[in-house]
C-alpha cells in the first residue's frame, strides 16, 4: 500500500513542481531581457524616440496648428501640456492645405520637381554609355577614366557650385575665353535652373554611374556577340538583349537620383537667384530669415513625402527584378573588343569628366590667386589665402574635426548594438526606425530639431550637442549598410561558446562578435566622418558661432563673395575627404588580405 501512496504524492509533488518551474523560467527570461544589452536596447529605442520621431512628429502637429509644439516639453511642464492640447484642438487638414497652396510654395514644389526631372534624366542618359563602357568593353584608360568619374562624388556640390562661378561666372576663365573666340557675354548664366542643374548632374552623376556599371555586368557580351553573329546590326543587340537586363537598375538609379536632386541643398542654396523659388531653398529662408514654423514645416513634409515616394518606387522597381543569363562557361564576363566603340566610349568618357575636372582645378588655381579676373590665368598669386585658413580659420577645420568624430563615435556605439539586435533578434521595429533618416531630407531633420528643442525645459539648441546628434543621425544608415554584410558573415556558434564558459551575453558580444566586426566597422567609420564634414544642409540650419566647421565657413564666404577664402578652405576639405579614403581604402583592403 505504501508505494502506490508515495506514487501518488510524487506525481502530486511534480504537478506542484510544474507551476513554480514555469514562473522560475519566466523570471530567467525576464532577467535575460533586463540584462546589459537588454537596458541598451531600452536606450537606443529612447534615443530615437527622442532625437528623431518626436521631432518628427512635431513637424506634423505645427503644419497642422499653425503654432510651434514643444511636445518633449509638454512631458515635464503642465502648462506646455494644456498650451499644447489647447493648439491641438483647432488642429485641421485646413490649416496645412492652407499653407502649402500658398502660391509661393507652389511655385517652390514646382521648379524643385522640375530640376530633379531634369538631373535624373541627364545623368542617366549621360552615365548609361560609360557605364556600358566600364562594365563590358575594354576601352583604353578604363583604370584611369574609372577614377576621374570616381572624384566628383569626394567633391560637394556647393564648392562644385562655386567652381562654375569661378568658370562661368562674368568675370571667369570659361566666360572670357568665349568672348575672345567671338562670342558676346558669358555662355549661359550660372545663376539659374541651368546652372544648377549643371552642377548637380556634374557632381550627382556617379550616384547613378556605378549602381548601373553594376546592372550592365549582369549579362555577358556574348549575347551580342552571338546576335551580331547572326546579323543583327551593331544598335540592336544592345537595346533588345543588354539594356532589357540592365532596365531594373538603370530606373533604380535614376528614381535614386531624382530624390538625391530634389533634397539637395549645397549647389542650390548657392547659385537659384532670388526670383527662382527652390523647395529646399524656401523651407531654409522661412527659418532662417521669418522664423516661419509653420511654413517651414509644412514644406520638409512635403519634400519628405516626395522623397519617400521615389525612394519607394525605387524599391518596387528593384523587387522580383532578378535577371541573368544561363551559360555553360561559368561567370567570367566577355568584354567588347571593337577598336571603334572602345575609342569612342573613350573619347565620350573623357570629355563627361572634363568639366568637374576643370571645376576642381580652377578652385585650386583661385586659392592661390590674389587676382583673377577677366582673363585666363590669374594676375597675380598668393599664399595668403592658406595663411588665413590655416590661421584665423583654423578653428574651422578643428570644429570640423572634433564634430564629425563626436558624431563617429556616436554612430559607432548605436551601430553595432543596432547591427547586433537587427540581425541576431531579428528587431525590425530597430531596422525599420534606422532607414528613416534615408528619407529625410537633410533640412528637415535640421528644423525638426530646432524647432523641438529651441525651448525650454529641454534648450539644446546653438549648442555642439544637438548638432553631433543630427549628423549621428543622419549618416547612421551608411555605419549600419558597412557592418550588416560582416554581421551575417558571424556565426552564432561563438557567442554560444563564450555563454558555455560562463560569459554573459553582454560579455560574449563585446569581446567576441564585435572585433569579428572590425573590418565593417572601420569602412563604416571613414564614410560617416566624410560625410559629415562635407554636411551642408544641418550645418547650416544649426551650426552655433563657436562650432562653425569648414563647409559652414565656405557656404558663408561664398556669400559675402569671398571666393578666395572659399576657395581654399574648399580644396583643404577635399584633400582631408580624399585622405580618409585612401586610408580607409588601404585598411580596409589590408584587413581583408588578413
Request: include cysteine.
Amino acid at each position: 500500500m505504501t508505494a502506490p501512496v508515495t506514487q501518488e504524492r510524487a506525481i502530486a509533488g511534480q504537478g506542484n513542481a510544474a507551476p513554480a518551474g514555469g514562473k522560475r523560467g519566466r523570471r530567467a527570461r525576464m532577467r535575460e531581457r533586463l540584462d546589459t544589452l537588454g537596458l541598451l536596447r531600452v536606450l537606443i529605442w529612447a534615443f530615437f524616440t527622442i532625437f528623431l520621431l518626436v521631432p518628427l512628429l512635431s513637424l506634423v502637429v505645427v503644419s497642422l496648428t499653425g503654432q510651434p509644439a514643444n511636445l518633449l516639453g509638454s512631458v515635464v511642464d503642465g502648462t506646455l501640456r494644456a498650451t499644447n492640447l489647447e493648439r491641438l484642438a483647432d488642429a485641421s487638414l485646413g490649416t496645412f492645405a492652407d499653407t502649402v497652396t500658398r502660391p509661393a510654395y507652389v511655385s517652390a514644389l514646382g521648379n524643385s520637381l522640375t530640376l530633379a526631372t531634369w538631373v535624373a534624366l541627364i545623368t542617366t542618359l549621360m552615365a548609361m554609355p560609360i557605364a556600358y563602357g566600364i562594365a563590358r568593353t575594354a576601352m583604353p584608360f578604363k583604370r584611369t577614366l574609372s577614377v576621374l568619374c570616381t572624384v566628383p562624388i569626394v567633391i560637394p556640390t556647393m564648392v562644385g557650385a562655386g567652381g562654375l562661378i569661378i568658370m562661368f561666372g562674368r568675370s571667369g576663365w570659361a566666360s572670357e575665353l568665349y568672348r575672345r573666340l567671338g562670342g558676346d557675354g558669358v555662355i549661359f548664366n550660372v545663376n539659374s535652373m541651368t546652372g544648377i542643374v549643371l552642377a548637380m548632374v556634374f557632381f550627382l552623376f556617379p550616384f547613378v554611374l556605378w549602381p548601373m556599371v553594376a546592372a550592365f555586368r549582369v549579362a555577358d557580351v556574348s549575347v551580342e556577340n552571338a546576335a551580331m553573329n547572326l546579323g543583327a546590326r551593331r544598335l540592336t543587340p544592345f537595346f533588345t538583349a543588354t539594356l532589357p537586363l540592365a532596365l531594373p537598375g538603370v530606373i533604380s538609379s535614376a528614381l535614386l537620383i531624382f530624390a538625391i536632386a530634389f533634397s539637395d541643398f549645397g549647389a542650390a542654396i548657392v547659385l537659384a537667384p532670388p526670383d527662382l523659388n527652390l523647395i529646399v531653398v524656401q523651407a531654409y529662408r522661412e527659418i532662417a530669415g521669418f522664423f516661419n514654423w509653420a511654413g517651414a514645416s509644412v514644406l520638409v513634409i512635403v519634400m519628405t513625402a516626395v522623397v519617400a515616394a521615389f525612394f519607394g518606387l525605387q524599391r518596387l522597381v528593384l523587387r522580383g527584378k532578378g535577371y541573368g543569363t544561363l551559360t555553360g562557361r561559368g561567370t567570367t564576363i566577355e568584354l567588347n573588343r571593337s577598336t571603334g566603340l572602345c575609342r569612342g566610349l573613350a573619347v565620350y568618357t573623357t570629355v563627361v569628366v572634363l568639366l568637374p575636372t576643370l571645376v576642381l582645378l580652377s578652385v585650386v588655381v583661385m586659392s592661390f590667386s590674389r587676382r583673377w579676373s577677366s582673363s585666363l590665368a590669374p594676375q597675380q598669386w598668393t599664399l595668403a589665402h592658406y595663411e588665413r585658413v590655416f590661421g584665423r580659420g583654423f578653428d574651422n577645420v578643428i570644429n570640423s574635426l572634433i564634430l564629425g568624430f563626436g558624431a563617429l563615435l556616436l554612430c559607432l556605439v548605436l551601430g553595432t548594438f543596432i547591427t547586433y539586435f537587427v540581425h541576431r533578434h531579428k528587431s525590425t521595429g530597430l531596422d525599420f526606425l534606422t532607414t528613416i533618416p534615408l528619407i529625410v531630407p537633410g533640412i528637415a531633420l535640421g528644423i525638426a530639431l530646432i524647432q523641438s528643442f529651441n525651448a525650454g525645459p529641454f534648450v539644446l539648441t546653438g549648442g555642439a550637442f544637438l548638432l553631433v546628434v543630427g549628423y549621428a543621425i543622419r549618416r547612421l544608415p551608411y555605419m549600419l549598410r558597412s557592418t550588416a554584410g560582416s554581421m551575417q558573415a558571424i556565426g552564432t556558434e561563438v557567442e554560444e561558446a563564450a555563454g558555455s564558459l560562463g560569459a554573459s551575453r553582454f560579455t560574449a558580444v563585446s569581446t567576441v562578435v564585435f572585433p569579428l566586426l572590425a573590418p565593417g566597422l572601420l569602412a563604416g567609420s571613414i564614410l560617416v566622418f566624410v560625410t559629415v564634414i562635407k554636411e551642408t544642409s544641418l550645418t547650416v540650419l544649426m551650426a552655433p558661432a563657436g562650432w562653425q566647421p569648414m563647409s559652414y565657413r565656405i557656404f558663408e564666404a561664398l556669400h559675402r563673395g569671398e571666393i578666395f577664402t572659399a576657395s581654399a578652405l574648399s580644396v583643404l576639405l577635399v584633400v582631408i575627404v580624399v585622405v580618409l579614403q585612401q586610408v580607409a581604402y588601404r585598411l580596409t583592403g589590408g584587413m581583408g588580405r588578413r
